[in-house]
């Protein structure tokens, strides 16, 4: 499956319109299954994802949800017994431990907006800690983060229409990029790609990212799901081009994130946290 769709629009230009070849962002169904040993696999949830890195999109949805931890996860694959025609748009990820479904919780995802399972905060702050204190970024470093995660927007640039996430070191170097037609999806594909690459070194018996996650640059605003998907997966800093909501703020306060918002040019706002940002350099 490709991440980009070739298409025939008509292009509208002053006094004259032609028929030409497009590009588009292609967005299709993800369903994501859970399974312990020895189980069959159970749907978990389906979200509108561009595809690829359809493995670390599953993972960094079961770890960014709260529905398992990093060492837990055994295997990732696509469906072998779904409908051959959607084989490649379910993923299966096998666990270590058995599998139980939550009761309390729904999961219905669009492209356009996270995951609005949770009753709100409280039930957030059961399964996330709040994120100790850590080695601050350098303010400095903050305003470099958009440029260096738009040049790695390779599908962006040819269809102009894609979110995207970057996880960053204390140094402003990019260790990871994700892009998706959805901006919580892009987040997940980060967090599941630093997840799979952890258990898959020796010893996997961390329950967080490795120390790289320092900060989280995503491409839109800052949702009350992205700030709780970085505390889950440990991650202290996001930053993002545009606004938080105020419940991501209220959000960030009590779980330990720090978020900074309208970063542009050389200026950016710290909305919670602020001791996590080094304002000596």
């Known amino acids: ?33 859970a399974a312990g040993p020895g189980q069959e696999s159970e749907p978990v949830a389906v979200t509108m994802r561009t595809p690829g890195h359809d493995f670390e999109l599953a993972v960094g949805f079961l770890v960014s949800e709260g529905l398992v931890t990093p060492p837990e996860v055994a295997a990732v694959g696509y469906c072998d017994a779904a409908d ?3 084989r490649f748009n379910t993923v299966t990820v096998s666990l270590r431990r058995p599998w139980q479904a939550p009761t309390t919780r729904t999961f ?46 390779r599908v962006f640039d ?29 987040v997940d594909k980060v967090i599941g790609q630093r997840v799979l690459e952890a258990v898959g070194g020796p010893g996997p018996d961390r329950a967080v990212l490795p120390p790289a996650a320092a900060l989280l640059m995503v491409s839109g605003r800052v949702s009350f799901e992205i700030v709780q998907k970085v505390a889950m997966a440990g991650i202290p800093v996001v930053a993002a081009v545009s606004a938080p909501s105020s419940l991501a703020v209220a959000a960030a306060e009590r779980l330990g994130v720090t978020v900074a918002g309208f970063v542009r040019g050389d200026s950016y706002t710290v909305y919670s946290h602020p001791e996590r940002i080094r304002f000596d350099d």
């Open 108 to 153: 219905v995802a669009s492209s356009s907006c996270g995951v609005c399972g949770k009753t709100g905060i409280d039930q957030v702050e059961l399964a996330c800690p709040v994120l100790p204190a850590g080695v601050p970024v350098p303010a400095a470093v903050v305003p470099t983060l958009p440029d260096s995660l738009r040049a790695a927007q």
């Open 1 to 33: 499956m490709r991440a980009v769709t070739d298409v025939r629009a008509v292009k509208v230009r002053p006094g004259r319109s032609l028929e030409l070849p497009d590009r588009l962002t292609t967005e299709e169904p993800l369903e994501i299954r």
């Open 158 to 186: 040819r269809t102009g229409g894609l979110h995207a996430a970057g996880l960053f070191d204390h140094e402003g170097v990019l260790h990871v990029a994700r892009e998706d037609i959805g901006r919580h999806n892009a």
């Open 84 to 86: 051959p025609d959607n």
